[in-house]
Every structure is written in C-alpha cells, then in structure tokens.
C-alpha cells in the first residue's frame, strides 16, 4: 500500500539546550509525557482561542520536531520566533515526511495519543496504508486542522481534554487561564459531537433545530459527521441544508 496523509504535513524541528523548556512554557500539554511517545497540544492565543495544532515528536539527540498542517505551519513558526526571544533554541523547517497507518505499529513508529482508532504516525520513511481516515476521525470524534479547529475554536469545545492535548497540572502556557477557567468554573453548553447524518451538506452548513439555529455541520463519513453543537438544541432531528441529522448518544 502507499503511505498517505489525510492533510499535508510540515515538520519543524525545534534544537538547542532550552528546548523542552521554551515549548512547555508555550503549548498546552506537559512535555514530560514525551519520555512516553507523542504529545498531542496546541498553541493558543492569549485569549485563549486555538491558533495551531500539532504533535510534538521526541528525537535522540533531544531535539523536537512539530508535525503540523502544512497551512498552519508558516504562521506557527513566526509565532514560535517571536516567542522565542532570547531563549538558547533554534527552529528551523525539515524535509522530513509523515505518513499513517493502522494496525501494529512498525518500528520507530508512534501510537496517536488522540484516539487508538487512528493508529500511528511515521517521520522515518515507515509506509502507511490506505485507510479512510475521514470516517476514522467522525467516528471517534477528532477534529482536523483548518476544518473543525479554526480560530474562534476554544479547545475544550473541540475534545482537547478527551483527546490528551491539554494538562492541567502543568501550570502556565499561553492562554491559559482562559482554558482553565472554562475547565473548572463554567459548564461547557456548546462543543463538537458525533452525529448521525441522513443525506449530505457542504462543510460548513447550518444546523437547525426545528426554526432555532443549533450549529454547524462539518466533515461527514459513513453516514456519520462532526458537527458543532449547542447541547441544549441537540436533541431529536435536527436538519443541515438538505440532509437530516441525529446526535450519536
């Protein structure tokens, strides 16, 4: 089978002595889980709000690569630079490849810590397969970069927290006292759900709840899709445009 990528990736790779240290000032996730494989994070705003997502890829010469949506990758870099400051790193761009696969991982291969349905991702040449990586995702309710992640995302709406991209023991990092206000003093009331869906609708459409708008219908596979929800409009039938929608209990 050929090795394939449900969106094309960048890979940066962060150097130097105060690596580890820099990004876990900056990113949502503790570095130290990256003595277990990938860590799964994101880059924030100050308000809060997503900007980038990305993997965090650990090497044996200490040095961190960032696997990243290829869109993503220029705008995350200028925000790591001026981030950066006087911080003893260098951040440069790689030419190495991503590819997936499911079932055993092969060596030098990594486990996605999203979901074990997606299997792993390979940056040393490993070939990956042919999977239908979209209805994957719906199932298990993993949003993609530049389609359900998009800047007016908050992460904990999008199942950062289920999906192992957030700690909150890890203390400080760049939006973070927005996230942790939203994990321990609000109820979440909106956030991405699986959905049954009946007949199709183009990214992007509106759901309704009988004349009440309810959210936004995003990526569908296998007669399910990913939509954006308000909870307490989620219940019954719902329609986006042309197709008939459900929520998956």
Known sequence: MTATTATPRSVLR???????????NLVTNDLGKLRDGLVYA???TPQGKYRADFFLVPQADGSILI??????AADLTRALTL???RAKVALEPTGITVTRGTGPAPE???????DASLGWRGYDGQPGDTADWDALRVAACVPESGVELTPDTFILEAG???LHGVDFRKGCYVGQEVTARMKHKTELRKGLVTVEVAGEAPVGTEVVTGEKPA?????????RGIA????DRAEGEMTAGSATLRRVP
Request: glycine residues 10%; aromatic residues 16%; proline residues 7%.
């Open 228 to 231: 954006y929800l308000r909870f």
């Open 160 to 162: 950062f927290e289920r």
């Open 67 to 72: 696997d990243v949506a290829e869109p993503l």
């Open 108 to 114: 030098g291969a990594f486990a996605d810590p999203r």
């Open 14 to 24: 962060v150097s130097g002595p105060e690596a580890s240290d820099f990004l876990q």
């Open 83 to 85: 981030y950066k400051l």
């Open 215 to 223: 959210g936004t219908l995003y990526t569908q596979a296998g007669g």
């Open 42 to 44: 994101a880059l924030l």
